[in-house]
């Protein structure tokens, strides 16, 4: 439970809006053996399917689920039917002016994510939204100057790395200095298109922003975390439509190298990931050091295990396979933490945006590549 | 053994110089189990010990080994006891000069294999060289004159294609169609630096032409092999020294994206192969297809296998591992073939050459990262 210590020495102080939600009354008697819930969240647009990773990840740091609203009955009705707990509200007012929440998950149609956030932070609250987060450079700059302005949490769920236990076990290895020095990483998102499970604005640029700013995002974040990062650059960019012939602005294909101050990148995405695959894709990261050299196989290793949280260290003294299945993935916790303390341990504000913008200036340059 | 008929038909009337040497007398008692040879060869400078991975090639495509030159005596003694079918003459002009000689190989000092293709050739010879084959746009130009001039062929043995099995058995999967068409490849060409083994030549950027000439070039004739590319250009290049400061010159990091008429493709390279692998390098192919991909671990299986020739295929039916042990690697043959019958079955000339174009204007135009 919150202490008020707590909340007026690292919380209130912080904020140039107070969190007055904090001070409201969270459930008072959790199920057995969960403990207390810390914050209360709501959720406000459901139309990718990463919102239940979200829900999982702010519940499993101590956040309470209390209600959601959607535009869409047909996605509605199932979500909720998946979370009991939360109250459907017909009017996303009811959420933002709620003050016993703190906190708004969102996976609205990728455009609108930003406009969302703008009013989430303007109601007083932290935002956490699906990737992409943010998709043009106008809507960047308005969210960075909202989120200076009223100093809430504008947070992107990068969930690559974020949600994948193999991919944290890395980020702890390279961090604890396990290769050396960063040189470069290589990262590859593969995705599967399933065309009859897909919405009309997964086609359609405008809405998705692209593919290197939409499932680009994840890899321009792995870049600049493992490099450390904090000033990057696009060197180069493409993006091409291989086989969507009928979906004339749709991209399969994209890929960038980047260059930071921390070292280098490269990333590829494509919409390829053939039927025979077990899984949706055979995401790798390969983060290269002076010493040694990590491959994370997240979804996949293949031949060899149709599950994923896989990571190959290669050091000075050997090989070594390490299945990080159960390795924490803190960032709900975290990210709980930072609501409570106006903290930044989830994630900084400034790696956040920089990924984003990284992702949107890859994009904004990439040649098209002639289908 | 030649047949007349079969030499003046397709071999002497294609080449502007007769191949005179073809009708010279070979061996006429092959040792027993082994089929008579069908060229003589000789090799010039073996400052490289890939020499020893040329000359087997092209003695089991059916050339016989009759002489070798090298200026130092420390490389030639045990580089003889190695060889002693062949032997040593003292000046190279007793294998240019010799009439039985049809071809010529080299991995003298790489700046050097140019000038000395351009004196086999201008001698009526075939010539194989090491990669990288060449080490400078100017170089290349002479070459392509007197190539085109003398019509005798300038073939560089890019190793990592040509002489792994994996990679071999992928280029045919690739050629059937086993993954669509092809978009995209990576090459990664990690390899390990032995200070103490290393000759001068090694460290100094004007001998060795950069890391994208040199250790690069493997992965430009790699991808325009396997994206069919008879077009390409240098979308972004950089190269980099992190850990040899005590080599200014040297460039322990390179990566580029290139863009060919038949598809794009990423290729780096590192000298950072830590002591913990069983091998010199973790060398990895990756093409990318509309309806496929395959992954070629090219000398060990991480945690699985310290050997090499391991290739895994993904396509719409499923995930398929093929150990490629055993699997034909046709370069020697064909290029036997291609002595004798004047045909480009082992390689066209003109990819040789593009491979090549492309690597030093990979290097030519890289930006230099700081270290």
Redesign the interface.
């Known amino acids: 439970m919150l202490g008020r210590s707590a909340l007026s020495a690292a919380g209130l102080a912080a904020g140039s809006i107070a969190p007055t939600s904090l001070l409201a009354t969270l459930s008072p008697n959790p199920a057995p053996g969960r403990t207390a819930p810390r914050i209360r969240f709501g959720v406000i647009g459901i139309n990718h399917g990463h919102i239940d990773a979200q829900v999982a990840a702010v519940v499993g740091g101590g956040g309470e689920f209390v209600a959601y609203h959607a535009r869409e009955p047909e996605l509605a009705r199932p979500f909720g039917a998946r979370h009991p707990e939360a109250r459907f509200v017909d009017d996303e007012r009811r959420i933002l002016e709620d003050p016993s929440i703190h906190l708004v998950l969102s996976s609205i149609v990728p455009s609108e994510r930003a406009p969302l956030g703008l009013r989430v932070m303007q109601h007083g609250k932290d935002y956490m939204a699906d990737k992409p987060g943010i998709t043009t450079l106008e809507q960047l700059a308005e969210v960075r100057r909202v989120q200076q302005e009223t100093r809430r949490i504008y947070s992107i769920m990068y969930s690559e790395r974020l949600d994948n236990a193999a991919t944290v076990r890395a980020a702890e290895l390279a961090r604890s200095g396990a290769?050396g020095?960063v040189?470069?990483t290589?990262g590859?998102g593969?995705h599967r298109v399933h065309p009859p499970q897909r919405p009309a604005w997964f086609w359609d640029p405008a809405k998705f922003g692209g593919i290197l700013c939409d499932i680009g995002s994840h890899q321009f974040d792995q870049f600049l975390y493992f490099t450390q990062s904090t000033t990057a650059e696009v060197?180069?960019a493409?993006v091409?439509n291989?086989?969507h012939p009928e979906h004339p602005g749709f991209q399969d294909?994209g890929?960038a190298?980047v260059?930071g101050n921390g070292g280098?990148g490269?990333v590829?995405l494509?919409w390829?990931t053939?039927?025979?695959?077990?899984t949706w894709g055979?995401g790798r990261l390969?983060v290269?050091?002076?010493?040694?050299?990590i491959?994370v196989r997240k979804y996949v290793d293949?031949?060899?295990k149709d599950s994923g949280d896989h990571l190959?260290l290669?050091?000075?003294?050997?090989?070594?396979?390490l299945d990080c299945r159960g390795v924490e993935r803190p960032y709900g916790r975290l990210l709980v933490d930072d609501v409570l303390h106006r903290t930044e341990t989830a994630m900084t504000q400034a790696h956040c945006f920089l990924a984003t913008e990284l992702s949107l200036r890859a994009q904004g340059t990439a040649?098209v590549?002639s289908g």
């Open positions: 290769i020095k040189v470069q290589i590859l593969p060197v180069a493409q091409r291989v086989r294909f890929d190298m260059r280098t490269y590829r494509d390829f053939p039927a025979g695959l077990p055979d390969t290269l050091g002076t010493d040694g050299y491959e293949l031949a060899r190959y290669v050091d000075g003294k050997g090989v070594q396979y040649h590549v």
